[in-house]
């Protein structure tokens, strides 16, 4: 059975899969999306690992900017509902986590890497 935030995990993977990983930065923040998309599928809460928090959410901004700036755009031309709700969904979360990630870092820095814990909001649709 395919999770409720199964089409977000794909999203994740989509990005991942299209980016052109000319450095190890690039490299490490797509590996660390596609460890994401792992969670996403699997629960709606989980944790992430204190010292991929900077990483992840860096690459989380980057998803929310290339669905905001190229996706999004194609979806509203094609007149489709329910994949635009899905996809400003994805970049409205995408950016909220980015948020969280980082204050986690910064405010966590001194105790070292402390898990994040991750509370997925309900998706579009889903009665969950």
């Not at 299209?18 to 999306?33: G, P, Q, V, W, Y």
């Not at 998309?37 to 699997?42: C, N, T, Y």
């Not at 007149?79 to 986690?104: C, K, Y």
Request: glycine share 8%; hydrophobic share 45%.
């Amino acid at each position: 059975m395919m999770s409720v935030y199964g089409f977000y995990g794909a999203q994740l993977r989509f990005v991942a899969a299209r980016t052109d990983r000319k450095s190890a930065d690039i490299s490490d923040m797509m590996e660390a999306l596609e460890v994401f998309a792992d969670q996403v599928e699997s629960a709606p809460t989980f944790e992430v690992r204190g010292d991929k928090c900077r990483i992840t959410g860096r690459a989380l901004a980057g998803v929310a900017g290339f669905l905001q700036q190229h996706i999004l755009p194609e979806t509203i031309a094609a007149g489709n509902p329910v994949a635009e709700r899905q996809v400003r969904w994805v970049i409205d979360t995408s950016m909220s986590l980015t948020a969280t990630f980082t204050v986690h870092a910064e405010t966590t820095a001194d105790e070292g890497p402390t898990a994040c814990p991750v509370v997925l909001p309900v998706p579009p649709g889903a009665d969950v």
